[in-house]
């Protein structure tokens, strides 16, 4: 959102002159704390003009929710409390700075972002990254700072256009919060008029942990890159989008305990001295594509994502490690597991584009070496695949408010584990509106 348009901007300036003139008349006694000087004049119009350049804008979320049982797990805002089983809360409430200079054919230099997230249960950073531009092909751009990584389609559409409540389980556990500290070049022509617009390459690297972390742990980077086509109208009534994306990073081992599977369904203990300083894999090979079919009263929509890989974390959880990882104040094992998930939304339409129906479905299987009742002694919920059916009715009054009725039905397969024997009583129901501006 621009805040001054250029004819706002011109009757700023006019009365800001006005005042000035009226004050410098009326004020001229030396010392005068009504007295205005020419360059006291030239420099609030230069900090005026600045302003022309910054855009402001947010958006925030209150939600109601009810989950089948009390303390139960949930990707939908997090876990709930041991005796709660409803709740109301403010699931984000985010503030953006943009600022963004242009050179005289309208094309961009620089620009950067400020981004803040509030709700009750604190304030923290989300974005924090500025770009800057070469200007003589108009292809190339890089990009430092605190951003979302360059990886599929789902960890980078923003929460507030997002038709489903959140982020799929995969998403949350492998990339959680979405942004890490980097730097990342992007190859995107901003002239030509062929087919090669439609095409975009971004290619960064990140410390690893991500913004969870309060600092870089070891000095392994990740390599993340992400080829895209834009959406491309391949008939008037079809429209069509989609990337490859790739992840090739690691940790470093402080410990020489390295859990792995082996051929008979269990993990095996590697305890040689020469695994400390070696970097245990994180790896990930992501493709997504998107189909839109316009219609009179809005669209149908069509999205499906598929990621695999080997991830290296604890016993206990799959999640990509923000610190160290320590138990009973020594380094703890790590587990490398090979994982696999997916998406797929249905988005339609209901008479307008005021009403929209939306299904989704997601798979996250953490370890896909190990099922069912194989999963018992030696291992954890860490290893435990969910299939999750989400179902939503979204209602968009006008531009600036959405709300969202949403039914989250989440199946875990049934172990061994003591928790995990049964389907565990976790279907949600959420009631949320935002407002957005």
């Known amino acids: 959102m621009k805040i001054f348009s250029k004819t706002l ?54 939600q109601y929710q009810m989950i089948q049982s009390e303390g139960a797990k949930n990707f939908n805002g997090g876990d709930f409390q041991p005796n709660a089983n409803n709740r109301f809360m403010l699931r984000r409430g985010r503030i953006r700075f943009d600022y963004a200079r242009f050179d005289k054919n309208n094309m961009p230099q620089i620009n950067f972002v400020f981004q803040f997230d509030g709700t009750e249960r604190g304030v923290v950073i989300r974005d924090f990254w500025g770009r800057i531009y070469e200007s003589k092909l108009n292809m190339f751009s890089l990009t430092t700072g605190m951003f979302a990584r360059p990886f599929g389609f789902e960890v980078n559409y923003g929460s507030a256009d997002r038709e489903s409540l959140e982020r799929g389980r995969m998403s949350q556990i492998l990339m959680k919060i979405e942004r890490d500290m980097g730097v990342m070049a992007t190859f995107e022509t901003r002239t030509k008029k062929s087919f090669v617009k439609y095409l975009k390459w971004d290619i960064g690297v990140f410390n690893g942990q991500g913004l969870n972390a309060t600092a870089d742990f070891d000095n392994h980077k990740d390599l993340i890159t992400r080829f895209s086509m834009k959406p491309y109208k391949i008939s008037p009534k079809i429209i069509v989008s989609g990337s490859i994306s790739g992840l090739f990073g690691g940790m470093e081992q402080f410990t020489n305990n390295i859990y792995k599977m082996s051929g008979n369904n269990a993990f095996t203990l590697d305890s040689s001295a020469s695994n400390v300083g070696k970097i245990a894999p994180r790896t990930y090979y992501g493709a997504d594509f998107q189909l839109k079919i316009p219609n009179k009263v809005g669209q149908t929509e069509l999205r499906a994502e598929y990621i695999n890989g080997i991830q290296t974390a604890t016993q206990t959880t799959s999640e990509t ?60 919920a860490a290893d435990v695949r969910f299939n999750t059916l989400g179902l939503g009715y979204v209602i968009y009054p006008n531009d600036n408010l959405k709300v969202t009725f949403w039914y989250e039905m989440p199946k875990n397969e049934k172990t061994s584990l003591a928790d995990y024997t049964t389907d565990l009583k976790d279907n949600s129901l959420t009631c949320r509106i935002q407002y957005r501006f």
């Open 321 to 380: 490690p923000a610190v160290i990882p320590t138990s009973n104040g020594k380094n703890a094992p790590l587990y490398i597991r090979n994982f696999d998930g997916a998406y797929f939304y249905f988005l339609q339409h209901l008479g307008s584009k005021k009403h929209q129906f939306v299904a989704k479905y997601d798979w996250y299987d953490p370890n896909k070496k190990v099922k069912g009742n194989e999963i018992g002694k030696g291992f954890s």
């Open 9 to 62: 901007f011109t009757r700023g300036v006019m009365l800001a002159i006005f005042l000035f003139s009226f004050s410098f008349t009326y004020g001229q006694q030396k010392g005068s704390l009504m007295e205005f000087d020419t360059t006291t004049v030239k420099k609030l119009l230069s900090t005026l003009k600045k302003y022309e350049y910054v855009g402001i804008s947010g958006y925030i979320q209150p």
